[in-house]
């Protein structure tokens, strides 16, 4: 077991936290990670915002994240909240969401996995798989929900926050948990 220490954090004054922004503001460091997120910002939100097919209506907020945004498919009336990460499959795996969904902060689907298949290969230096993740009509996923390649959501089903979805779910019915389950149904 590991060792915890009881201790007082001892608040620095307020002049000296001014001092420490004052010369992080004007430091070489600042400019260049400046810079490096502004460049994540063009290449993942507005490039992505430019190529992703996004329907009318669509609200789709700055903190988006929107990669291989050539196989996203996003219907009219559609809500993607705060920090939402949709990435196309790396080759042939799309996203497609259909009218009136709406996803609450921090959901992420990925339309492709790592390859785990060669143990004498290290995970991050294998191939991909992709598969499709289909998302029909009048759909409600909650905040920190995970959409996984390869499943397709039936229309009015509402998905609970913090759910790992890893299966096909049934139109009107309401999943949730890691992974989602069947909790009722909608009707």
Not at 156 to 171: R, T
Request: hydrophobic share 40%.
């Amino acid at each position: 077991m590991i060792k915890k220490e009881y201790v007082v954090f001892d608040r620095p004054s307020k002049r000296k936290y001014l001092v420490q922004i004052v010369t992080t503001v004007f430091s070489f460091s600042f400019i260049k990670h400046s810079l490096s997120l502004f460049a994540y910002y063009i290449i993942n939100y507005v490039r992505g915002r430019k190529i992703a097919n996004v329907g009318k209506n669509t609200k789709v907020h700055p903190t988006v994240i929107l990669r291989q945004a050539e196989r996203i498919f996003i219907g009219a009336n559609c809500l993607l909240n705060h920090n939402n990460v949709l990435q196309g499959g790396k080759k042939t795996g799309k996203i497609v969401i259909g009218n009136h969904v709406h996803c609450g902060a921090n959901v992420m689907m990925f339309a492709f996995n790592h390859g785990i298949d060669k143990i004498d290969i290290p995970t991050i230096n294998q191939d991909y798989y992709d598969g499709d993740i289909i998302i029909e009509d009048d759909v409600w996923i909650g905040a920190g929900s995970v959409i996984l390649p390869g499943i397709k959501i039936g229309k009015g089903v509402v998905i609970a926050s913090n759910s790992v979805v890893n299966k096909d779910v049934a139109p009107y019915t309401i999943v949730g948990g890691i992974p989602a389950k069947h909790i009722k149904d909608r009707a």
